[in-house]
């Protein structure tokens, strides 16, 4: 059975986050905040998004640390 969970990508040295992560086509900002359980907010906020509809497939941004 495949998880719809994606695979986090360590980044070495961060301090504000534990992971990158590369948007794919389909996902949502709750999806990706539920997958990594984190806040929408701490992800829009680590990452300087103010605009949640500014994300797009390709993009990679950052997931904070919990």
């Not at 040295?13 to 990158?20: E, F, L, V």
């Amino acid at each position: 059975v495949k998880s719809n969970r994606p695979a986090p990508v360590a980044t070495a040295g961060a301090k504000d986050s534990g992971t990158r992560y590369t948007i794919k086509s389909g996902d949502t900002l709750w999806r990706i905040s539920n997958n990594f359980k984190v806040s929408r907010d701490a992800i829009l906020k680590l990452n300087g998004i103010q605009d949640p509809n500014k994300l797009y497939a390709g993009r990679e941004i950052k997931i904070p640390s919990k």
